[in-house]
């Protein structure tokens, strides 16, 4: 159960990642963007080391601050997750 939590959440950050680098794509290539709104919420919402990482790679919304801001709480909701997985369901 626990290998399986932990795939399905570095899963999830992997498709945080690809709507970051497409986002990306799209800014260079003057096509319609991904909003800012879906972004943060997916960094928030369990994706901080995807969003952090695709930030850093891509150079994507790296200048703005509440990005950044998400992008670390994100990483701490991670970590929690992580810890809460670890601790509830090993054996």
């Known amino acids: 159960m626990i ?3 932990l795939v399905l959440l570095a899963v999830w950050n992997l498709i945080v ?8 794509y ?11 709104k879906v972004l943060l919420a997916q960094a928030l ?23 950044n ?3 670390y709480v994100g ?4 970590a929690g997750l992580i810890f809460l997985i670890i601790k509830f369901f090993a054996k």
């Open 3 to 5: 290998l399986y939590l």
């Open 17 to 24: 990642f690809v709507f970051y680098a497409v986002d990306k």
């Open 26 to 36: 799209k800014a260079q290539h003057h096509l319609w963007r991904i909003p800012e």
């Open 45 to 67: 919402l369990g994706g901080g080391t995807g969003a952090i990482l695709a930030g850093h790679l891509c150079h994507h919304k790296t200048r703005k601050w509440y990005f």
């Open 69 to 71: 801001f998400s992008w």
């Open 75 to 78: 990483l701490l909701v991670d």
